[in-house]
């Protein structure tokens, strides 16, 4: 039996089928809506299976919803091959349509100037209950539809440091951190660099939108506001694993128009190794 880790691989580990042509596969973790960071994984793959270079910066957006019950097509066109830095744009297609575009820049490792702003203070993951045994302890107040969804495991562990409860949304402050890292070591035929950021990336999309609603007292889960990531970027400074405890740090600086700019910050042994902005959707439902 397949481990979660490994499942989770197979999952982000799109299929090649011509020298810029991939297939992605999905899953119905959330039901037939596709979550945003499978995409951002699946694409960061597909467009790292063409150059020998890992990322530095990848941006991208969201232009239709995703469907989970069809595969996905991914097209990845070379922009450049440069002596320092590698571009890539890279399309995703279901259904006759593009639904996410992303352009993916490569570089070079090199030595130079280095700094960083500390890590913030908070309680060892250790310290703190895991995703799972939070969920149990609202389970009560999960709709009975949605019940065997929101117990689904994640394919990473998770240990909020701030934990809160979707379906009794009330006013908090914008900022959320939590942990995350993998269940099992990655295995020695994946463990690549691509691996590794395509796994953060998929899980920098997991809880990032939250941050902008969190002042407002709203939620997607209990249907008072519809969210959606509509763009995502990704920043990634330094080398990292998944297997490791990685912190998430996020907060969002304003809500406007229906939709919330949220930030994150992706730590490792107290070192800066990725940075994440996103723009969300956050239309408030009428009653």
């Excluded at 119905?28 to 995409?39: A, R, T």
Aim: with cysteine; charged share 20%.
């Amino acid at each position: 039996m397949r481990s979660l880790t490994q499942e989770f691989i197979d999952l982000l580990n799109v299929k090649q089928l011509d020298s810029y042509l991939f297939q992605g596969q999905n899953t119905q973790l959330f039901g037939s809506h596709l979550m945003g960071g499978q995409l951002v994984a699946q694409a960061l793959i597909a467009a790292s299976k063409t150059t020998d270079r890992p990322a530095h910066s990848l941006h991208a957006y969201f232009i239709r919803s995703g469907r989970t019950d069809l595969p996905i097509l991914f097209k990845v066109e070379n922009l450049r091959d440069g002596k320092s830095f590698t571009t890539r744009q890279v399309n995703a297609w279901q259904a006759g349509h593009i639904i996410f575009s992303a352009m993916i820049s490569f570089a070079l490792i090199e030595t130079g100037l280095n700094n960083h702003i500390e890590a913030p203070d908070y309680p060892l993951p250790d310290h703190l209950l895991s995703e799972q045994q939070h969920k149990q302890l609202i389970y009560k107040d999960v709709p009975k539809a949605a019940q065997d969804m929101f117990m689904r495991q994640f394919f990473v562990k998770v240990h909020p440091v701030q934990p809160f409860n979707p379906f009794k949304p009330v006013k908090s402050e914008t900022r959320y951190a939590e942990y995350m890292q993998t269940f099992h070591r990655i295995p020695a035929e994946f463990d690549l660099p691509m691996i590794h950021q395509a796994i953060v990336a998929y899980y920098s999309d997991y809880n990032l939108l939250t941050t902008s609603l969190r002042p407002h007292g709203v939620s997607y889960a209990n249907g008072g506001v519809r969210s959606a990531s509509l763009d995502h970027s990704i920043y990634f400074h330094s080398a990292f694993r998944v297997d490791e405890w990685l912190l998430y740090d996020m907060d969002a600086t304003v809500s406007s128009q229906s939709r919330g700019l949220n930030f994150g910050r992706i730590w490792q042994a107290g070192k800066l190794v990725c940075s994440v902005t996103q723009e969300s959707l956050m239309r408030v439902k009428s009653r």
